[in-house]
């Protein structure tokens, strides 16, 4: 089969494609034929070898999210996933015990195998796609579909709300304006650029901003009538972190659940408490065994009604991975990024 490898860590030039002989599944695995491959920042920070609640050494297969049809199964498993298009996290690796509560952490794998046209998986963490759902659409959600499931039930968001999302244009952050809007929110985007801003309105924003123009938050504030937001769901950090904080409404609720601009948000807790502010971080929240297919699950359910619509914006061959890494870094891509075999 080929396959694409970290040799070392590094930057996007480390990722090498090549041939590798066929997977075996093992006890209680499947062989899984991949369709695409989900793309995450994720999978860019274990590139790198960022610190983080992996056991990941090079070299190695990255990649924590495919979808496709099973083609064999090892012991244990059952010879009727033969043939079923499944979603899937892969590999079997056993992540670091220090771990808090990170999802892969709680599923006990490591975020690797994904980039190959042929993967293993556990039968625990596999799910079968719904009649209606396509396989890119599906790998799509593997990971992002679980973490939106998993804000917007901790968020708990309201009907009549006023809801920031910020990164609004990516592959979470699009699901997110979508399921905020259906709740009944209204929902005040933020992203980078044109091409964002247009997708979060089609996608059921009632307002987009620019964050990378001056000013942005008084243009938050204008949108809401100069009042702070109900809910602030920030997947971005830093600096527009730390701004979105300021936006938050006296009584409201910031979540955050991203740190592509160096790092989740610091909240002091005092300020916090003073403007009575609940603030949460996507670490705080427990993930226990079988959470990740539960809520996958969902998302695929809300996929297959029609009612969720994961926004891929480009895809990439599996041999051009480094170049799908390269636009992943540089923010030069729109929705979810995939690599198709």
């Known amino acids: 089969m080929q396959r694409v490898q970290a040799a070392r860590f590094g930057g996007p030039e480390v990722l090498e494609f090549g041939r590798a002989p066929d997977p075996v599944a093992g006890e209680g695995e499947v062989v899984i034929d991949v369709a695409a491959a989900d793309v995450l920042m994720l999978d860019v920070l274990v590139r790198r070898g960022a610190p983080g609640p992996w056991a990941v050494q090079p070299p190695f297969v990255p990649g924590t999210g495919v979808a496709g049809r099973v083609v064999s199964v090892g012991p244990g498993a059952d010879p009727g996933w033969i043939g079923r298009r499944v979603a899937a996290k892969p590999g079997s690796a056993v992540v670091s015990a220090d771990f808090g509560s990170v999802a892969e952490a709680a599923e006990g794998t490591a975020p690797t195998g994904g980039y190959a046209e042929l993967t293993a998986a556990r039968i625990d963490l596999l799910l079968e796609v719904p009649d209606g759902v396509g396989l890119r659409d599906a ?6 579909g679980m973490t939106a499931m998993r804000i917007i039930q901790a968020a708990g968001i309201g009907g009549g709300e006023t809801v920031l999302v910020t990164p609004a244009g990516g592959g979470l952050g699009s699901l997110l304006v979508q399921s905020a809007a259906a709740a009944g929110a209204t929902v005040i985007a933020a992203a ?10 089609g996608l059921g924003a009632a307002h987009a901003v620019d964050y990378s123009e001056e000013g942005w938050t008084e243009h938050v504030r204008e949108a809401v009538g100069g009042s702070g937001v109900d809910l602030v769901l920030d997947g971005v950090g830093g600096e527009i972190g730390a701004s979105s904080f300021g936006l938050t409404a006296r009584g409201g609720r910031f979540f955050a659940f991203g740190a592509p601009a160096g790092g989740f948000t610091r909240i002091d807790p005092q300020q916090a408490r003073t403007r009575d502010v609940a603030a949460v971080g996507l670490m705080q929240l427990p993930m226990a065994p079988g959470d ?22 480009q895809t990439f061959p599996l041999g ?12 030069a891509v ?7 075999p």
């Open 292 to 313: 990740h297919t539960r809520l996958t699950g969902a998302a695929l359910a809300e996929a297959a009604a029609d009612r969720l619509r994961p926004t891929i914006g």
């Open 192 to 201: 980078r650029g044109r091409r964002k801003l247009d997708l979060a309105r």
């Open 320 to 331: 051009q991975a480094s170049e799908a890494h390269r636009a992943v870094e540089q923010r």
């Open 139 to 144: 790998a799509a959600l593997v990971n992002d």
């Open 334 to 340: 729109v929705g979810k990024t995939l690599l198709l």
